[in-house]
């Protein structure tokens, strides 16, 4: 567990989820934003949706880190082992915690786990529209490996970043 203090002065908790924070990340799963799920997908994500996903998550092959805010979990970072030396990462921050640092302070605590666990390789996948998030990625290294266009695609505008970290 670390603490970070956000660009507003509030403390935060960065840590591994727990079997109790399940509610709280249905809450924060479920109260994002159209213009937030704009660049993650088409639809809202629902409670069972949400148990669906933390019931993958074993501490091995995929690890959960949460920022927790008070009683509210502001963020969640996903690391996903695909091998021993690759995984692949996502990471959403609340509307109302968005722009605070939370995200770079979930990002920096991914690749040290990822370290951690052995992987070589971390890539995550990015809208080309959201430049937030991509300057984040890119100030921490990733390069953008390769442009995927697919007009189909739920996010975006059909463009999407795939983005590799040497670790």
Known sequence: MQ???TKNGKNVE??????QDLDLLIEMYTTLSEKTLHFLRSNEFTPHEVREMYSRVNGEKVISIVAVNGE???GEARL???SKTSAEFGIIVHDLY???GIGQAL????????KRKGVKRLIGFCTDENKVALHVYQKFGFKVEK???????PMGNGRVLRLSLRL
Do not use: F, G
């Not at 960065?14 to 079997?19: D, F, L, N, P, S």
């Not at 990002?107 to 990822?114: G, N, P, Q, R």
């Not at 442009?147 to 695609?153: A, D, E, K, P, Q």
């Open 107 to 114: 990002l920096k605590k991914i690749i040290e786990v990822s």
């Open 147 to 153: 442009v995927i266009t697919n007009r189909y695609l």
């Open 72 to 74: 509210k979990i502001a």
């Open 98 to 100: 968005q722009n605070r």
């Open 3 to 5: 603490r970070v203090t």
């Open 80 to 82: 996903i082992k695909y």
């Open 14 to 19: 960065i840590r591994e989820a727990r079997v």
